[in-house]
């Protein structure tokens, strides 16, 4: 398919490392613009390092990145009461929620019919709970969503490959204060 011709998706992007090898995978069918929304992220420092990867990522891609307004206070009154969760628990399925849901509302103002995310990318994250709140969100929007394992087929293997290749911060841990806390490493 010709530039043209591939539909166009937006794509919540978790982290540099992740959206690595899920931009390269999804490339030859769609015309992928990269969204940023990631208010889970904290402390600041820890987000600006992850954004700045992306922006790298997105550059070396060639893709358009898009970088929705952060509010990680909203994303502390929606997980409120979850903070003792464990990693991988309820609080990762209002986190997930969040942002799925913003980066939706995002496409389907922008005239995108269709959304993914790179959050399953990772081993540490499971398609069957991300890909139904993915396609809730989407659903809602009256856009559609990509529902796909994204670690099939090597793909975090050649996420860690591109990420080396480009010299981009790789974190480790998911991204929000208790996880941090818990030690959840490499969590992408």
């Known amino acids: 398919m010709s530039g043209a011709d591939r539909p166009e998706l937006a794509l ?6 992740c959206a690595t090898a899920v931009i390269e995978r999804l490339l030859p069918e769609f015309r992928v613009h990269a969204v940023w929304f990631n208010p889970n992220i904290q402390p600041a420092d820890e987000h600006d390092r992850r954004l700045e990867a992306m922006q790298t990522v997105a550059r070396a891609m060639g893709v358009p990145l898009t ?18 969760e464990p990693e991988g628990g309820a609080r990762c399925d209002v986190c997930f929620r969040m942002r799925l849901a913003e980066v939706a509302r995002f496409a389907a103002a922008a005239g995108i019919g269709q959304l993914a995310t790179t959050l399953t990318i990772s081993p540490h994250k499971a398609p069957d ?3 139904p709140i993915g396609l809730q969100a989407a659903g809602e929007c009256a856009i559609g969503f990509l529902a796909r394992d994204l670690k099939q ?21 998911c991204g929000c204060l208790p ?4 030690g959840a490493g490499d969590r992408g």
């Open 12 to 17: 919540h992007v978790c982290c540099g490392p």
């Open 67 to 84: 970088v929705l307004e952060r509010d990680p206070s909203a994303w502390e009154r929606a997980c409120a009461g979850l903070m003792a």
């Open 129 to 131: 709970r991300i890909n």
């Open 153 to 173: 087929r090597n793909g975090f293997v050649r996420s860690v490959q591109l990420s080396r290749e480009l010299a981009i911060y790789r974190q480790r841990y």
């Open 179 to 182: 996880s941090l806390a818990t």
